[in-house]
């Protein structure tokens, strides 16, 4: 399973940031695309499979089959040509198996274009959405937090200088084809703050805090964990926060543990199954080494 966190809205250290784009535009093997091909590969622009204040995304085929995203910028967009260089400079420079990989962009006259691969399970959100009829299940849940920290902690120490996302949410965090299939914070049409509904309920019981659909499949060590590692990293200043490093750590061990909690329940199922199958041989313990009975 691979979770890709799709870029958007991405700052550097501005005092590094003129090296960081000479050195991007100097490694750049990126492809740049014409607008005749851009128009070829989402076929008149005709699949529209997501939209945002940059403009819209269309889903494209290239001509090998692979399919692709291409982001249109639209003309009342806030981000104009330097931000637009700016990210094909960062994307292309950045690498990592849980970051969505750039293919390539199109500048063509007023048309700016940037091309991605294409995700085919759609993102977080859509997933965990009461309006999807698969519940992802806990295990996945964890996996996708943990995959999650791995390309944040690339971006924070794998590269120089740093980046922050910036833009961090379940619309953004896109899944590929190999993943197996929260709250909607809303109460009396009110919009609410995550956090604000959950610290009443720390004192509580974890199933007040868990999706319900999950019908109490999961392991609630690992839930509490989880529920801490959160709450450390949504503290009001930069310094109470854990460092992402921290949270890749604690992840890890919250996974560990559902990984264990699943064999040892998994273990017990097999010995009960084992235990029923050995009784059920013999239900009325008849010993058939003895020859029929006189009445």
Known sequence: MTVLIYLMNM???????????KEGRENSKKQVFSLRE?????????????KGGFGEVYLGTVQDGKEVAV?????????GYREFHSEVDL?????HKNLVSFMGYCEEGDVKALI??????GNLQQLLSDENPTVLKWFDRLQIALDVAFGL?????????PIVHRDLKTSNILLDENMQPAMKPESLGIKIQLLDWVNPKLNGDIDSIVDPRLEGQYNRSSAWKLVEIAMSCAQPTAIQRPDISEVLTELKDCLASEI??????????RSRNNSLETSSLNPFQID???????R
């Open 116 to 121: 991605y691969e294409y995700m085919a399970k």
């Open 153 to 161: 902690e690339y971006l924070h120490y794998g590269i120089k200088p």
């Open 71 to 79: 982001k249109l910028l639209s003309q009342t967009s806030r981000q």
């Open 91 to 95: 994307l292309t420079f950045v690498h």
């Open 260 to 269: 264990s909690h699943e064999r040892s329940e998994s273990s017990m199922r």
């Open 38 to 50: 851009v128009t070829r590969i989402t076929s008149n622009f005709k699949t529209v499979i997501g």
């Open 11 to 21: 700052r550097i250290k501005r005092k590094k940031q003129g090296a960081f784009k």
């Open 288 to 294: 058939s080494s003895l020859g029929p009975h006189a």
